[in-house]
């Protein structure tokens, strides 16, 4: 399958501080790129799904001037989470697609967030 | 309400036993289907993919789509430990940029 890489693999910050998730595909141009969290033993929240040169469509309840998608070319996305707080820390991936709706998504290898 | 249902589990089948796994989907309009392994920590891999009505075999796992029931299974024969894991069925719901959405997944574990 492709391959989607995701920096880093872990993370831990201060509070109040922000930090920055890269997702890119490595060997195909991904359209559509997905951000979701996932809570232990919980499965995947969808938090926002970006396509390359638009705005980050973002899922109910999940704050956009918070999570901030940008998704500038066709293989890099990021996600950064800013001023970070402990309720924040979670485990964040990323998939993403290169055609189109009914295509496979191909995940990143997740980054774990730690906010202390 | 665009949802994906999966039994929880856990699944527990002994080693050699097949294992079947069941979801179902509320958007009639969803044309593909997707089976994602989850070990623990790690980020879910596609183990497979299915987009017509019937049976689709790749090695040990045969996934098996109903659209008229919104119905899809996956089927992994002669069941390994190291299958031990969560199975996530994922839809991408049509319209707009055709989300992905996961299930809550079933944890399958297989005992020697």
């Known amino acids: 399958g492709a391959v989607v890489s995701q920096h880093p693999s872990w993370v831990i910050c201060k509070s109040g501080t922000s930090v920055k998730i890269e997702c890119r595909s490595l060997?195909?141009?991904?359209?559509?790129m997905f951000w979701y969290r996932q809570f232990p033993k919980k499965s995947l929240m969808l938090m926002a799904t970006?396509?390359?040169?638009?705005?980050?469509?973002?899922e109910q309840g999940v704050e956009k001037d918070k999570f901030l998608i940008n998704h500038a070319s066709l293989t890099l996305s990021t996600l950064t989470v800013t001023s970070a707080h402990p309720e924040d820390s979670s485990f964040y991936i990323c998939?993403?697609?290169?055609?189109?709706?009914?295509?496979?998504?191909?995940f990143g290898q997740g980054t774990r967030l730690t906010v202390v | 309400q665009k949802e994906v249902e999966q039994n929880s589990g856990p699944l527990s089948v002994p080693e050699g036993a097949i294992a079947s796994l069941n979801c179902t989907y509320s958007?009639?309009?969803?044309?593909?289907f997707f089976w994602y392994r989850q070990y623990s920590g790690k980020s879910p891999e596609l183990i497979m993919s299915?987009?017509?009505?019937g049976d689709k075999e790749d090695g040990r796992f045969t996934a098996q789509l109903n659209k008229a029931s919104q119905y899809v299974s996956l089927l992994i024969r002669d069941s390994q430990p190291s299958d031990s894991a969560t199975y996530l069925c994922?839809?991408?719901?049509?319209?707009?940029?055709?989300?992905?959405?996961f299930g809550a997944g079933t944890r399958l574990a297989v005992h020697p």
């Open positions: 998939s993403a697609r290169s055609g189109g709706g009914n295509t496979e998504a191909f």
């Open positions: 060997d195909f141009q991904a359209t559509t």
């Open positions: 970006s396509n390359e040169g638009s705005k980050a469509t973002y």
């Open positions: 958007d009639r309009g969803s044309q593909s």
């Open positions: 299915i987009y017509s009505n």
């Open positions: 994922a839809v991408p719901f049509s319209g707009g940029y055709n989300k992905l959405i």
